[in-house]
């Protein structure tokens, strides 16, 4: 038996609806679970990892 923290609070979740995605692409990969009550969003999570640096960090690490 799992808990998920929820806007409602803390729900065992086997009552809420679980959907997941992700996103992959050359900057990217995204992976996400939501849970759903009664068509309502309840809780979202997300995990985001950079394949690459962004441009800013980049230059600035050129700066040291």
Do not use: C, Q
């Not at 086997?14 to 309840?42: A, C, F, P, Q």
């Amino acid at each position: 038996m799992a808990i998920v923290t929820t806007t409602k609070g803390d729900m065992d979740e086997s009552l809420l609806e679980k959907r997941e995605g992700s996103l992959d692409n050359n900057v990217e990969s995204t992976t996400w679970v939501e849970y759903w009550l009664e068509g309502e969003l309840v809780h979202r999570s997300a995990h985001v990892s950079l394949k690459t640096s962004p441009a800013l960090f980049a230059e600035a690490a050129s700066f040291s």
